[in-house]
């Protein structure tokens, strides 16, 4: 390719350039079109062809027209290396403007002179014609000259002419232009680009040549993105130079490259460049036929991000800029021997800033993807947090450490980050002042009060000291632990060993103290050797003015020299910094990074006594570690949390500080802190508290009910709940009181009540058992509530309620983890039963009692699944019912399966079968011994109770059991009743004739009864039974169904009140009635009558009882005018009738001879009145007239 | 080298720690696996929503810095397991195979019926095998 060298700029190449657009101006014509094409700049719609050879739409493509006879085209020689320096600017397009309105001019003058131009150089041309006619014969011959002239210059293949009517209204014509100028420039730049792509093709290939040299490959690659750059293919561009860098690395690393010196000597090289790529003229390269890398790989970047900027991709500077400074870094610290001090540490805080500052300016979160927008954040976040740590660094190193947080944070940082480790450590300055001044810094006071659960991290990696000795003399062993005593860090590593490590380069600072560092390597051994003799190790003020000196003389950003000259400068800087990490932490969703930066913010508020800012702050983090059980992290800052409470006297803020430090892990804290936390606690709930204050111990104090089914407690009854409640707390805690909520589950309605535990507990450290005392509660269901405790002002509450885990079966608290308890079944703890029927208490026997005996009367105490401790009956009687309220009752179990088996109905079952073991047992009480035969059940003795005023205690053996209490009652005759059967008028009357006694079934004998009654109203059973055996007959129980009496048949009440429940207080009352009856129903019938007067009276006995009884003699009382024939005085006839067995429920008749007696006849009245003796042959007076009717029948 | 392993359950809770560092600051780990965290979020919920990898485990480097690196890996009950080291290079397939080994023994760990999901790891056991784990990471497995 036989182009023409460009003359070479003035200027060294400064980027962006634009494509250069030749004027080849023939005829002085080029400031009449001038305007009109320049207007059209930048070109809109240009269709270029990238690097792969796809057509691509640039828009606005810059151009600049300048004329051939411009200086810029025609300095400078050819030469090769020019050309591929500099052909990628010549011009892309040579315009040659011409007119001509004359054709033999054309022909003779212009056309040659077209030839020799467009034929002079290898380029890509086309003519403007311009036509200047204004007439129409002008227009005319012009037309004709143009054709002559598309003849002449336009092939087939391509229009190189284009004509401009400058009068003409046609404007289409620079569209035209246009067109043909980016069709120009679309040809030149693929040809150059295939030229330069080939030279590129030529150099990789001869990379591994010894003669290669970078600088060449670089200046033809960058001349092809450069080229790219300025047709607007800025992708292409970045690709070239990522390419670039690619190769780059790969030389620099290869194993035999040529090592060149670094760089990063020259005077704000500390500074970092990697945006800016002018401060360095990289031009040079080429002259000097070296690269240096510390320049030329900021150079790279800064060529790359600012084709980024211009791609409008800032979010990927922000990228590429974070990548590169870590690597960047590594590459410092690879020479960190040769650079100046601290170099590395002070470049990447600039860096990181520089980065930040640009990017932040240029992104704009409107026109990205919501991911782009996060990442973006959280780079910046990075770079900020990078710059962070390593101002800290610093700061460390001139003794600022005291006012770095030993955060874990920082630590993490730090502590693995080594010192800086200069080929030589710098020298003391002479200012002796300084070093006064780093030894009046006191190491940090040991935080008071909570703040001592705080662990000291290490923020250094080794001990400064021996770093920066080492650097400079050679110490002996002895030496530097003499020396490490007056560090503040600790040892760990064996000084023997390090000593050992690496050769030391060190330099004799008290001679040379103003030398620069980088002229240290040259210093011979043998003088260093001969120095170190005299030279003392240097001290930590020393060493840290040492550096302070060095780094306030070198750096050369004003920022940081500025936070490094004080502290109050580096603290600001550095709260600059976190502060902004944080921030676009927190807008990057990096939640965690930008939490744990506030803490650091909030850390340096402390410091400066903005506590309550500082509270803010570490709450956040509090709550973040807290959340997720980081408890380790915790204890770091929730000391200092809790200081920052107590001294803004927000108590209850403090308090709920201390109960979650004692709620941590035991690990972290030891316990005798706990302890003294407790204690704290204790103490100002005591006194020192302004008002009451409320706190959650949910972490801390734990509590379940018992395990199995939940207590049941029938309605309005008190009780006592068991609780068992954890104590995390580390000695015993004296609660003033302790109540829990208890929280129906099925009622909506005033969901829950308060109860109270039975005495103000102690809780120990762990389990604990506590009763509540259940006050009288509703119906329903209720599940445990909030645990509340008292001490002093202070309310402890606990929400937790667990169930079993299998933490806490092994002793331990339960789980508290907020996620373990969200799916636990709520346990009812507590049944409240709907009111109910709670015991029921019946007569074993209600009827065939007899008047004037002494009767048992049997009362079936059932408890209904309640328990009847300590209850009392209380038994009082109805009108004509003695009842002797001090008397031995008997209490016995009922046992109502023997009972059924023995009787018939089921009635009184109860009472029945209790009945037979009385009777078994109760020899005592003139138990006939055929009943002993016959009776061969369970022999549980009847208990002897004392009864009292009518009151009887019932046993324990009672509480659940149905119990028969009997008593003994004795039915008076009904005076009344008595005085109405004597003046009956039916007895006065004739007799009537006899009825029939209905036969008494145990069903039907209340009415028999009534009916005979009714019927024979009149018969004496009022005051017959005179007699005074002891051991009447009874009749069998009976309870008419609505509880009405019929108190003429007899009928008694008895009222039994019983005392039950909690502390007696429920009633049950109940009325029982009892029926008395007499032995006999007597009846009378005439059974014949003679005409002397006298007659035969029948006097039919119809037994009433239940057993056979005898009676051994009788005798009828008569009334006046009545008298006995025979004078038998009233016995009946015949008098061997007597003794008479009469059976149970049967009848007998006795007949007496009576005759009217007119002597003592006084009213016409006559009374009869019988005496019957007898003995009741095998019964008690006890025997229920159905069982033996059963009895007697089974009897053979 | 590797200085730090943790496990960290699917509430973010930790369950296992150890620092293979000979500094004695633990807490420094804490810190950094703490932190990672934010990490491992980020690129579960970024491959979700990319909807590829989902079955990767190996979460791959999280930390860039320059003195340390911090590996991820996530199990399908969303237990994270953490590794600092301080090496520069290592190899994937090696991360890879650390990875499993540590998640194998976790399951083991948690398999334990004295063992409370959620709860930290006590189990000696564990521990030692992940001292194992640790000193042979690197070395091929023996085949």
Partial sequence: MATPPLPQPAVAKKSPERLIVAIEDVNDLWESIRGNLEARVPFKKASLNNKARNLVLVDKLVVEFVQTTDARLRRGLPGEQSLLSYGFRRPYAWLIVVTCDDLDEYKNLLKPRLKTIVQAEDHEWFIVFVSKATTDSAVKISKRVYSRIEGDFSSKKRERCCKVDLHGPDTSVWEEIELKIVECIRYSLDRRVQYYEEEVRKLSENRFMPAWNFCNFFTVKESLAFMFEMANLREDALRE?????????????APHANTSAFGGLDAGDDCAALLDGTRKPVSQFAADGTVREFDFRQYLFSRQASLLFNLLRPAEVSGRGHSFIILFAKILTQHEKDLPFCMREIWVITACLALVKATSRRFSAAIVTPDTVKDFYRLQGDLYSYARTKLMRLADLIGYGHNIETSPCNS????????????????????????????????????????????????????????????????????????????????????????????????????LPDEPISGAHSSSPEVLQKQNSIEPPMKLPEVQAAAEHALLTSISDETLRMALSSVEGFEDF?????????????????????????????????????????????????????????????????????????????????????????????GPISNEDRSSIQAEIVKLAHGGLPVPVSLDVSTLITFAARGGPPLELCEGDPGTLMVTVWSGFPDDIIMDSLSLTLVTTFTADEGTKVVKSVDAPVLQPGKNRVLMTLPPQKPGSY??????????????????????????????????????????????????????????????????????????????????????????????????????????????????????????????????KTFHNMLENGDSLNTDDNVNGILD??????????????????????????????????????????????????????????????????????????????????????????????????????????????????????????????????????????????????????????????????????????????????????????????????????????????????????????????VTAKDGEYEVDYHAARRVNRSSNRILAKYFSVRQLSEP | MIVCVAVVGHNNNPLYLQSFSDDGNTLKFHYIVHCSLDVIEEKVSNSRRAGVNLNETFLGLLYPTEDFKVFGYISNTKVKFVMVTTDQDSRDADLRNFFRRLHAAYVDAASNPFHVPGKRITSAVFAEQVGNIVKSFGIPAPV
Avoid at chain 1, 869 to 894: M, Y
């Fill in chain 1, 937 to 1158: 059940y369970d022999t549980d003795m009847p208990q002897h109770l004392l009864m009292k005023d009518g009151s009887v205690e019932l046993p324990d053996w009672a509480r659940m059991v149905a119990s028969v209490l009997w008593v003994q009652v004795k039915a008076d005759s009904d005076d009344t009743l008595c005085s109405h059967f004597s003046g009956d008028p039916h007895l006065s009357s004739p007799p009537p004739s006899p009825k029939k006694v209905p036969l008494m079934s145990p069903d039907s004998q209340i009415k028999g009864l009534t009916t005979a009654s009714s019927a024979n109203g009149p018969h004496a059973t009022a005051d017959s039974l005179h007699e005074s055996l002891q051991h009447g007959t009874t009749g069998q129980g009976h309870v008419l169904p609505n509880g009405s009496l019929v108190s003429r048949f007899g009928m008694k009440t008895l009222k039994v009140k019983m005392e039950f429940g909690v502390s007696r207080s429920r009633l049950y009352e109940r009325t029982i009635a009892l029926q008395f009856t007499h032995p006999f129903r007597i009846s009378t019938r005439i059974v014949s009558r003679g005409n002397d007067g006298r007659f035969l009276l029948q006097i039919t006995l119809n037994s009433q009882l239940a057993a056979a009884v005898t009676i051994q003699s009788a005798n009828l009382l008569l009334q006046p005018g009545f008298a006995h024939v025979n004078n038998h005085e009233g016995h009946p006839t015949p008098a061997w009738l007597l003794p008479l067995s009469v059976s149970a429920s049967s009848e007998c008749a006795l007949l007496f001879a009576i005759r009217s007696d007119p």
């Fill in chain 1, 574 to 666: 550095f709260l600059e910094l976190t502060r902004a990490a944080a921030d676009n932490f927190h807008r990057s969703w990096r939640k965690r990074h930008g939490v744990v930066l506030d803490g650091e913010v909030a850390a340096v508020h402390y410091r400066r006594g903005a506590l309550d800012a500082a509270a803010k702050l570490y709450e956040k983090v509090c709550a973040l570690y807290g959340s997720e059980g980081w408890h380790a992290l915790l204890v770091q800052v929730l000391p200092r949390l809790s200081e920052c409470q107590k001294k803004l006297s927000d108590w209850a803020g403090y308090l709920s500080s201390c109960i979650k430090l004692l709620s941590l892990d035991p």
């Fill in chain 1, 783 to 912: 599940v445990l509530g909030v645990l509340t405790g008292h001490i002093g002002q202070v309310k402890l509450r606990s929400h937790t309620y667990c169930t079993t885990s299998a933490a806490s079966s092994k002793g331990g608290p339960p789980d508290s983890d907020d996620y373990l308890s969200n799916e636990k079944p709520l346990r009812t703890v507590l049944e409240v039963a709907k009111p109910r029927a709670l015991v029921e208490i019946k007569p074993a026997i209600t009827k065939g009692l007899l008047f004037g005996e002494p009767q048992w009367v049997g009362l079936i105490v059932r408890p209904l699944n309640y328990s009847l401790e300590g209850a009392r009956v209380h038994i009082s009687t109805g009108p004509n019912l003695q009842f002797l309220s001090d008397q031995t009752a008997l209490l016995e179990v009922s046992k109502p399966l023997l009972a059924e088996a023995n009787a018939p109905s089921s009635t009184d079952i109860d009472g029945m």
């Fill in chain 1, 241 to 253: 130079y990522d390419e670039l860098e690619q190769i780059y690395s790969e030389t620099v690393n």
């Fill in chain 1, 412 to 511: 993490a940082a730090l502590s693995m980050l080594p010192w800086p480790r200069p080929a030589v450590w710098p020298a003391l300055p002479p200012d002796i002042s300084r070093v006064q001044a780093k030894e009046q810094i006191s190491p940090p006071k040991l935080s008071e009060g909570l703040g001592r659960l705080r662990k000291q991290l290490s923020l250094s990696p080794t001990v400064l000291l021996r770093e920066a000795n080492r650097r400079r003399a050679s110490l002996s062993v002895g030496n530097l632990a003499e020396m490490l005593d007056l560090s503040r860090l600790s040892l760990k590593e064996s000084p023997a060993a390090d000593a050992a490590d690496s050769a030391p380069a060190p330099l004799p600072p008290s001679t």
